[in-house]
């Protein structure tokens, strides 16, 4: 893994937990030292978030939350009194113009010849007004960080040039230490495991799940096992006991406590968006079958190891899992290839050292 000696500070509007083992690595690649800001999450959000990182400093900005939807707007107080006092070399912020706490921040480090990066998913289309506020903001930056390919693409069509955008791909799990799990030819007791891991929130989309898998045919109706807790598991279990009764709910695991389940799976389904698990799937030789969204899913997704779905329903999720579930062999083969992506291509490691090039690029200009 890359180093770098600068000294970086790095924006957030709030710390969520599952960014931490990033953050912990970033830190550790920089020698100079980082330190993160961030606030607190609005209270409806149900953001888990952290209150001190390993091998970083973390700074708590006071959040004042304006509005909501698309009209929505942060001001993060103790922004310029923090800079003041760490004195970055490099600072790295949010690329979202609706935090009104940062064109200041980059006004401060300009003022004294310091580079800033942004960091974001991309520049999707948008309004007349959101587009010229975006293009404004980003002409204030010296270089950008993407999640994904597809919002590299969107920065550079939106004006910023090709040679100052870099691409981090979106990761939350380390590279494999282990080696991949090796799979019998066939399928546990003749049927198909289906895992979900993760909150059950709307958006997850499990409705559609549980009733795709109804809509199968008996002889083919997989086990399904869904690992989490969260403000739709009520609604989720009624649905459950009326069109998929042997569906199992268990409640929220984390670490060594999914390993086995994992290990028992076939096939790691999120019809929905989101989705942590997706990477822990992949590390674990599974094949996945997830929901289209912000464009870093097809970074993981690829016809190789897996189907990213495209307007989801009950009649096509039932089809892709008929069509996933008739072949355990090519399903072994999608899980291997999931493997190595996560080993060689989307990590902790390979995220890093798009950051910390995008550090020394920068710094030389």
Known sequence: MSTTNARVALQQRVLPEYRAPFFNTLGAACTGGLEVFAGLPRTHEAIATVNQLKDARFVRARNMHLFSGKTYFCIQQGFLHWLEHSKPQVLIVEANPRYLSTPAAIQWMHRRH?????????????GRVETRLRKQFLGSLDAIIAYSQTGAQQYIAAG????????????????????????????????????????LQERKRLDLLLQ???????????????VGDGPDRARLEALARSVYPTAQFTCAKHG????????????????GTGGLAVQQAMAHALPVMVGEADGTQAELVRNENGWLLHS??????????????????????MGMASYRIVNEEVNLAVMVDAFVNAIETVLKR
């Open 212 to 226: 795709a898998c109804s809509s199968l045919p008996p002889s083919v109706q997989p086990e399904l096992v869904i």
């Open 312 to 333: 989801v329903t009950v009649e096509s999720l039932s089809a892709y899992l008929a069509d996933a579930l008739s072949n355990a062999t090519r399903l072994r083969q």
């Open 114 to 126: 310091l580079p800033v990066i942004g960091w974001g998913l991309g520049a999707p289309k948008a």
């Open 160 to 199: 910023f040039p090709p040679e100052r955008v870099f691409v981090a791909p979106n990761a939350v799990a380390p590279r494999p230490t282990a080696p991949a799990p090796v799979r019998s030819a066939d399928f546990r007791n003749g049927k198909p495991s289906l895992l979900f891991v993760g909150r």
């Open 256 to 271: 060594e406590e999914l390993e086995p389940l994992f290990a028992s799976a076939d096939l790691f389904v999120l019809p």
